[in-house]
């Protein structure tokens, strides 16, 4: 089981959809912290407002002699998981037209990006043919996306997030969620993720405190308030 560090509640995999995003949420311009989400109506706590898989993950332990040093400020960390998952993604854009509409949608660090809504940031079946798929010639028409190497690990970057569970065993992951991407981080999140009994993979967000239409929704990324800037 995947044990959050904000809760120790489990959702039975029977109960729940494969992705579900909550009609009473939206995403919205939170000024310098980009966009951001936020609730339509007033919400108590216990509502699931999002069930999200990874589009993408990576687990450290399948490639231990890959390693990649990335330069962040003052700091060098060495992420394999996250260099892995950008390779992946950038081979995978190349023939999958609605991985590369999802992953156009998020941030790279670099290039401004709109408001979209959730219905654009899950994989949507009705957005391609039933018998075909997901690949660029069988998206209907429009222009193909292209994204570029530097484009894809920027959004890994920025968006993914590393595992909650086994880390303390010291083995490293990195998933992407590209709708639960979309929350800003606060030390007091109106927002915890809950643990799935299936699967460590399961991202589900719900409400921890009582908020009002209107009210930002954050969750909180770390513990550690210095990690997490």
């Known amino acids: 089981q995947m044990r959050s560090p904000f809760t120790s509640t489990t959702i039975c995999h029977d109960l729940q959809p494969y992705w579900y995003s909550s009609d009473t949420i939206e995403t919205f311009d939170a000024g310098k912290k980009g966009r951001g989400v936020r609730a339509k109506v007033d919400m108590h706590i216990g509502q699931i407002i ?13 490639m231990e002699e890959k390693k990649i040093l990335l330069s962040v400020q003052d700091k060098t960390i060495e992420d394999t998981t996250q260099s892995l998952i950008g390779e992946t993604i950038i081979y995978r854009c190349q023939r999958e037209g609605l991985l590369s509409n999802i992953i156009n949608n998020l941030f790279d660090g670099v290039n401004a990006k709109p408001l979209v809504s959730f219905d654009e940031l899950i994989p949507n079946i009705l957005s391609t043919s039933p018998l075909l798929p997901s690949h ?9 996306t292209t994204l570029t190497p530097i484009q894809v690990q920027g959004v890994v970057s920025k968006n993914s997030h590393g ?9 490293r992951y990195t998933h992407l969620y590209p709708a639960t991407s979309m929350f800003n981080h606060s030390k007091d999140p109106t927002c915890q993720y809950l643990a799935h009994e299936e699967s460590e993979k399961v991202m589900i967000v719900v409400i921890s405190k009582s908020v009002k239409a ?16």
Request: with cysteine; charged share 30%; aromatic share 6%.
């Open 136 to 144: 660029h010639e069988y998206m209907g028409k429009g222009e193909k």
């Open 50 to 62: 999002l069930i999200e898989h990874p589009i993408a993950f990576c687990n450290q332990t399948h």
């Open 214 to 229: 209107g009210d930002e929704l954050t969750v909180c990324y770390m513990l550690d308030e210095e990690k997490a800037k």
């Open 163 to 171: 595992n909650r569970g086994d880390v303390l065993c010291g083995h």
